[in-house]
């Protein structure tokens, strides 16, 4: 591990013509800019949210709940995500090409690398949030705290996430997106700031009616995670690919497709057998 450190810290070292201290500069406002996105969103729906909120305060241990909530929030975002984006940002990340950043090209790939990012965070979270809850060690370690959002669930239990899970679900995905995919900066802050704002949207209870209506099946809508709070063992996946529905969909599609196989072959054997 300690190897492969140093070879990034090389490769970094070649590609960047800044010295190092203005290359950490650039990556710590990088991070404070995704963090701070994230608190402003947040913030957002929570004021629009506030009918919410004062159920929340009303049930028992509700105040007290609601500012370990906030606490969570600053914790996660500025002391934990702020240096694991500057890691990512200045390790795993490819550097632009200077000559075609404004280019058909260029764009394309960008576009292309968002895309990988998003799906290799859905289906990671998905299996880690999975493991979380069919493991009752691992649901009381990481994830119950998240939980105790259940009947009022206000946009702020986004990521009122012990430091434990924000650090395995949330970020550990887009580290690994990052170095795996070998993706630009640009594209990486693109996926982080769809991520956020997602995942402040599918907590928001006034667009639970709407998004029945309206989100595709292949996509998370706030109904569905907020039935997920509620009942705990149905639809795992967030903040945006329905890993859960896609899988269902796989899995029609290939039992369909082995029953008309085995018509066939039945078909068959009668013809030899005439």
């Known amino acids: 591990m300690f190897h492969l450190f ?11 013509p800044l010295d190092s201290n ?6 710590m406002i990088g991070g404070l800019e995704m963090s701070t996105s994230a608190v402003v969103v947040t913030l957002i729906l929570e004021l629009w949210s506030l009918d919410t909120v004062r159920q929340m305060w009303k049930q028992p241990n509700g ?7 906030i606490l969570y929030n600053f914790v996660n975002h500025f002391v934990l ?8 940002a200045i390790y795993f990340c490819t550097k632009e090409d200077e000559e075609k950043k404004d280019s058909f090209e260029a764009w394309t790939s960008c576009l292309l690398q968002v895309l990988f990012i998003l799906v290799a965070h859905s289906l990671q979270y998905y299996y880690i949030h999975k493991i979380f809850h069919e493991f009752p060690a691992l649901y009381r370690t ?3 705290f998240h939980h105790r959002f259940n009947t009022h669930v206000p946009p702020s239990a986004a990521n009122a996430v012990t430091i434990g ?15 795996l995919g070998r993706v630009t900066v640009p594209a990486l802050r693109c996926a982080i700031i769809i991520t956020i704002v997602l995942n402040a949207v599918v907590h928001t209870p006034k667009l639970e009616t709407w998004s029945q209506q309206w989100i595709p099946i292949f996509w ?19 903040p945006l690919f329905n890993v859960d529905n896609i899988l269902v969909f796989l899995l029609q599609r290939r039992m369909k497709g082995t029953s008309l196989d085995r018509d ?10 005439e």
Do not use: C
Request: overall charge negative; hydrophobic content about 40%; charged content about 15%.
């Open 6 to 16: 140093l070879l990034l810290q090389q490769q970094q070292q070649q590609q960047s």
């Open 22 to 27: 203005e290359i950490w500069h650039h990556a």
């Open 63 to 69: 105040k007290e709940l609601y500012i370990t909530a």
């Open 81 to 88: 995500g702020v240096p694991t984006y500057m890691i990512a």
């Open 142 to 144: 990481f994830h119950r």
């Open 165 to 179: 899970e924000y650090g395995l679900a949330y970020v550990l995905p887009f580290a690994t997106a990052a170095l």
């Open 220 to 238: 998370v809508s706030t109904a569905d995670h907020l039935n997920h709070h509620r009942k705990l063992q149905v639809h795992y996946a967030s």
């Open 264 to 273: 066939n072959e039945g078909d068959g054997a009668e013809q030899i057998e």
